[in-house]
């Protein structure tokens, strides 16, 4: 069974800084794609940062310069450095993961984060 676990959302200050940490389990054909998605009060789920798993990475505009993706291939884990947060990056922040072959999205439980002062 597939699972994703998060960690490390929480409460910081508008200009603070957060990483989010993503570890993926339970696949043995391993993942395509990983990333970050997030979700805030009334609004729909967006993409913020993601690892196409074919040596590229995208990043919506609003936090592109602000926020770095990284990922361990070898531990199946993607990170998200966070700085100079703003109040509206405030959401819930979703890990998501492709797997390989099959194409399945799979998504963490969620984190998350809050910017105010």
């Known amino acids: 069974q597939v699972q994703l676990v998060e960690s490390g959302g929480g409460l910081v200050q508008p200009g603070g800084s957060l990483r989010l940490s993503c570890a993926a389990s339970g696949s043995r054909l391993g993942f395509r794609a990983m990333g970050w998605y997030r979700q805030a009060p009334g609004k729909e789920r967006e993409l913020v940062a993601v690892?196409?798993?074919?040596?590229?990475?995208l990043y919506a505009d609003s936090v592109k310069g602000r926020f770095t993706i990284s990922r361990d291939n070898a531990k199946n884990t993607v990170d998200l450095q966070m700085n100079i947060l703003k109040p509206e990056d405030a959401a819930v922040y979703y890990c998501n993961a492709v797997e390989r072959f099959t194409g399945i999205d799979y998504w963490g439980q969620g984190t998350q984060v809050t910017v105010s002062s």
């Open positions: 690892d196409t798993g074919i040596g590229s990475t």
